[in-house]
């Protein structure tokens, strides 16, 4: 037995010794979640989730007391609800600030009746945050928004609103862009989201491009 006992140990030092140059496991990314209202939620969630850097983007309703809402409830108003879009993403590859200069670009930050063919309030833009350092953001990507549109900040009729609650929509409004093109594209194009986008956003519609900063007229 004792004659085993030596290579036994000097195996076992070199299984440690081998273990311990291993790499350490890459930690995790941290991900954080946005939930932001802009018209449709089937437009906004197919033009953020294609984002890289997104890793979920997922339709439901926010901004009202009603719990479990519907479709229904929430198109028919009164419920203060807005059709929204909770997104995960990976901070590692694309940053909250860049992440809303995208939703920014994607959206007609001049309407705040609705957006495009689809009125009231339950298709109103709201950038809903969670804590200071979020709401620290929107804020700064409003006054780039009106700087980039030459506008005053106050011709933005994005409002700024703490999270309460997300309440995901039914599922077949899940992927609906993905899973209807016909009926999606069809839609898209009648309500006229993307010619309205080119008009306020010019080149830099439906982009992540940097903001511009306009130079002063001399």
Known sequence: MKRWVRPMAWLLGLVLLLASWAPAPALAAPTQ???L???CFWCLE????VLA???DAQSGYSGGSLENPTYGQVS???T???EVVLVKFDTARISYGDLLRAYWRNIDPLDGGGQFCDRGSSY???IFVKGDQQRSQAQASLRAAAAELRRPAEALKVQIKPLKRFWPAENYHQDYAERNKVKYNYYRWACGRD????SVWGSRARSGRAWIVPTAKT
């Open 195 to 198: 010619r309205r986008l080119d």
């Open 76 to 78: 028919a108003g009164g």
């Open 46 to 49: 197919h033009d953020l989730e």
């Open 53 to 55: 850097g997104v890793l």
């Open 33 to 35: 979640e946005a939930v």
């Open 37 to 39: 209202a802009g018209g």
């Open 124 to 126: 109103s833009p709201v």
């Open 80 to 82: 203060g609800h807005q």
